[in-house]
């Protein structure tokens, strides 16, 4: 890794970080990722642009960032404009084709994992040395799909790598009440899959985790799991009453805030000066701010019955050659 | 013309079809060991080998959930879904997510999935539920239900070549006991085109699956008294060939809707509703449904035989709108 990489990564987490904020002020719906950047980022650094990825809800779009796409067109997703993918259609996250990210096209979570671990077969069918990075919460591991996809992308080897962002929380429900074992990482053995733990608020430990799993499916090794260990500093969503955890809790974990903790690094690494961060945290907020402008500057799709139908059943060329 | 079983000619587009395109792939549950669903698939596995015929463990979530993925990432998936019931489990892949892939990406990523799943009765099979109407009311999906080996090979061959995912609902009675002609040359038929099995002037009959060949016998019994009924195969569900219904309740006046699922809720509620909202069909007598009793199917036979609608019902139903 080159301390050119080291620079990118942080400009990566300082985009993440004024984006969630941004979108927190927006609407009391969202789902702020806030605490979870090195997860995120580190998870999606530096895979190949054929890769596929299934990014957890909570920081899709960062992922959507990391992998290749620029925040104006994030933006133009949210607002649904006309040259985007999703064009106001569906349930939020319609991936990209371009940059090999897989949709979501409707809210119940288990879908990813059967989704992607077909992907990961079809690249497998193909001879295609691709890999696909699923990436999810802790409270998703207990759904069956979850269980299903691993045993049989073990069975067949696929190359596919599981990432759990294990932030503590599904909804107001604790890991420990949820998760019959002390980690997600433990049901990895069940499947005959390794599973590795990380520290989730390490954005470089995530990433030297995630790029050796990704080795590894590439390579006919087969598919593993990597949880990483973080926190989930806001709630469900904005609007969440909470009320379920103490704000102690949450206040350790403000102070191992991975931006801060990789800030510091990079400054002992002598790559981040006090100007040189300023600088960086500028530039951050103004490629968020200028992606919004240009977004919502972008033209509107038409409000017709012939857009309201376009596509319902496809025609023509399109899909995945 | 030569004749093929109903599992024939199934089997006859499957191997064309994978033949015509190195992407096309069957998913789902003993389809190299067994043949899959009535047997169709025999002998695949040695043809194509274990990358293309992929047989997978109980698991009906990922296998439906699978062949979006991988239909998203270039294959064309044939997935099997066992019996009918089963499907009720993968409602979630095929409803939430298959139907609005296209939809929710403008059309540049696709579901282009086939399902194929067994349904029905002779009254000695187990798995007997119908189960249609679960997805009948998901825009995007395309819902199939072949009757033929002639229909069967060609609406299969469309299917698996449509960029949309559709489920194909296979009557299991028909895949050993019904044989027809099937021409050797390779042709397709077009999803969303009804079939008139028989012509007649006095009542329309609209039927699927197995109640076709119920129909028929009934028109047969009622021709002898001197009543014509016209036999409107659907063949497929959604979407569903409104204009041929219309031409032919047009010309008769009355309608009689025979499937086997029970009544409530059912198919046969959207084809009442349609015909009814028609301007310019007059109605002789009253739409009349011939449906399953609103129960769960009774695996006892004398049981299930008086749940289950047939000729008899059939012929009931024609009689009481004839006045």
Redesign the interface.
């Known amino acids: 890794m080159t301390n050119e990489d080291l620079l990118r990564i942080y400009r990566y987490m300082l985009c993440a970080r004024f984006f969630d904020e941004k979108m927190s002020g927006q609407t009391s719906g969202w789902h702020s990722s806030l605490g979870e950047e090195a997860s995120i980022v580190g998870t999606f650094f530096d895979l190949r642009r054929e890769d596929w990825i299934y990014p957890h809800f909570r920081g899709a779009w960062i992922g959507y960032n990391v992998k290749g796409m620029s925040y104006k067109d994030v933006f133009v997703e949210l607002y649904g404009r006309a040259s985007g993918t999703g064009q106001g259609k569906g349930f939020s996250m319609p991936g990209s084709l371009d940059w090999h990210i897989l949709p979501m096209p409707a809210s119940a979570l288990g879908i990813g994992f059967t989704m992607s671990t077909g992907v990961a077969l079809a690249l497998r069918v193909r001879g295609s040395d691709d890999v696909v990075v699923v990436n999810f919460g802790d409270g998703t591991s207990n759904r069956g799909e979850f269980h299903e996809s691993l045993n049989f992308a073990s069975l067949r080897k696929l190359p596919i790598v599981f990432v759990c962002q294990n932030n503590q929380y599904a909804v107001s429900t604790h890991v420990s009440k949820s998760i019959a074992t002390p980690d997600v990482a433990d049901r990895a053995a069940a499947y005959g899959i390794p599973g590795l733990i990380v520290d989730g608020n390490d954005v470089l430990e995530v990433h030297e985790a995630v790029q050796n799993a990704v080795s590894e499916a590439r390579h006919g090794g087969g598919p593993s799991l990597v949880e990483c260990k973080t926190y989930r500093i806001q709630g469900h969503f904005e609007a969440d009453p909470e009320g379920y955890r103490t704000k102690e809790e949450i206040m350790s974990w403000r102070e191992k805030d991975p931006i801060l903790r990789f800030k510091s690094y990079l400054n002992e690494c002598g790559l981040l000066s006090a100007e040189l961060d300023k600088e960086m945290n500028g530039d951050a907020l103004l490629e968020i701010n200028e992606g919004l402008g240009s977004a919502k500057a972008s033209p509107r799709v038409s409000v017709t019955r012939e857009h309201i139908e376009a596509n319902l059943y496809p025609s023509g060329a399109g899909g995945y050659r | 013309m030569r004749t093929l079983t109903f599992s024939q000619a199934i089997g006859e587009a499957l191997i064309e079809e994978m033949h015509h395109d190195s ?1 096309v ?1 069957l ?1 789902g549950e003993d389809i190299g060991g067994w043949g899959g669903l009535g047997g169709a698939a025999k002998g695949l596995l040695e043809k194509f080998g274990s ?2 015929i ?1 047989d ?2 109980i ?1 009906e ?2 296998i ?12 064309r ?1 044939i997935c099997e879904i066992g019996r009918g019931e089963f499907l009720a489990s993968v409602v ?2 095929l409803v ?2 298959a139907a ?11 579901a ?1 999935i086939v399902v194929r799943s067994a349904f029905g009765t002779n009254g000695d099979r187990l798995h007997p539920h119908s189960c249609e109407a679960l997805f009948l009311n998901s ?2 999906l ?1 819902v199939i239900m072949p009757s033929t080996p002639y229909d069967v090979k060609g609406m299969l061959k469309s299917a698996i070549r449509d ?2 995912p559709v489920i194909c609902l296979e009557h299991q009675y028909l895949y050993d006991n019904c044989k027809g002609e099937v021409p050797e040359n390779e042709y397709f038929i077009p999803i969303g085109s009804a079939d008139i099995k028989r012509h007649g002037r006095d009542v329309t009959v609209v039927a699927i699956g197995n109640m076709v060949y119920q129909a028929l016998a009934a028109a047969g019994d009622m021709s002898v008294e001197g009543i014509e009924a016209e036999i409107v195969d659907l063949c497929s569900l959604a ?1 569903l060939d409104k204009e041929t219904i219309f031409t032919s309740v047009s010309k008769t006046g009355r309608l009689v809707i025979a499937h086997e699922a029970s009544k409530t809720g059912g198919f046969g509620a959207e084809v009442c509703a349609l015909v009814s909202e028609q301007r310019g069909i007059v109605l002789k007598a009253p739409i009349s449904r011939v449906a399953g009793m609103d129960v769960p199917l009774p695996l006892s036979y004398p049981l299930q035989m008086m749940v289950l609608p047939g000729k008899q019902s059939i012929i009931e139903a024609i009689k009481g709108i004839m006045n």
């Open positions: 992407n792939v998913i990358d293309r992929i997978t463990p698991s979530s990922l439906a959930g699978g062949a979006i993925g991988a239909g998203i990432a270039g294959l998936a979630d892949a939430n997510n609005r892939v296209s939809y929710v990406t403008s059309g540049k990523m696709r282009p825009p995007g395309k960029d949309s979407p």
